[in-house]
């Protein structure tokens, strides 16, 4: 089992930038593809990104490419999301997620654990 945990959300006007962390915790020594899900109210869960377990890979929704980036630290069983330029539009909860595979997946139903969310507010 793996628990994971958000943290970083909040409120931030249009423009701003935010950093959530996402720290893992429990059987870390498997190898885990990291991922970030956001979900509005009345809205789906969406993708947002994902890196494989090596960072060799990142992948992003095209709503927030270049704008939002995705690393980890292995070392520190960490990964990140820094959002820059952000919108009214990227309110919701963002959900840290992990797949027990080496690469990320743009699918919810692929991943295998997921964090309780933090709620991140934009305010315009």
């Known amino acids: 089992q793996v628990q994971l945990v958000e943290s970083g959300g909040g409120l931030v006007q249009a423009g701003g930038s935010l950093r959530l962390s996402c720290a893992a915790s429990g059987r870390t020594d498997r190898s885990y593809a990291m991922g970030w899900f956001r979900q509005a109210p009345g809205k789906e869960r969406e993708f947002v990104a994902t890196?494989?377990?090596?960072?060799?890979?990142?992948y992003y929704a095209a709503s927030v490419k270049g704008r939002f980036t995705i690393s980890r630290d292995n070392a520190k069983n960490t990964v990140y999301l820094q959002m820059n330029s952000l919108k009214p539009e990227d309110t919701a909860s963002y959900y840290c997620?992990?797949?027990?595979?080496?690469?990320?997946?743009?699918?919810?139903?692929?991943?295998?654990?997921w964090g309780q969310g933090t709620q991140v507010t934009v305010s315009s």
């Open positions: 890196i494989s377990w090596n960072c060799g890979s990142t």
């Open positions: 997620t992990a797949r027990r595979a080496l690469s990320g997946s743009y699918y919810a139903q692929e991943y295998d654990y």
